[in-house]
């Protein structure tokens, strides 16, 4: 039984959340043969403010984003 968790800045709906675990569900029914019941994914948004890159606040990291 896999568990993916995304880690990711707030904001994303939950029809987008949903989309990406339906996305993620079929990639590893697709590729490692898991039933889609076998998979959960758990979204935890993560303020900017708590999001640190190289000991650095993430806005410092634009490029990245």
Do not use: C, N
């Not at 994914?41 to 190289?54: G, M």
């Amino acid at each position: 039984m896999p568990i993916v968790r995304i880690e990711l800045f707030p904001g994303r709906s939950a029809e987008t959340k949903a989309e990406i675990g339906l996305e993620i569900t079929k990639v590893l029914e697709a590729v490692a043969g898991i039933k889609p019941t076998a998979t959960t994914v758990i979204f935890t948004e993560i303020s900017p403010l708590d999001w640190l890159v190289a000991g650095e606040p993430f806005s410092a990291h634009a490029q990245l984003k």
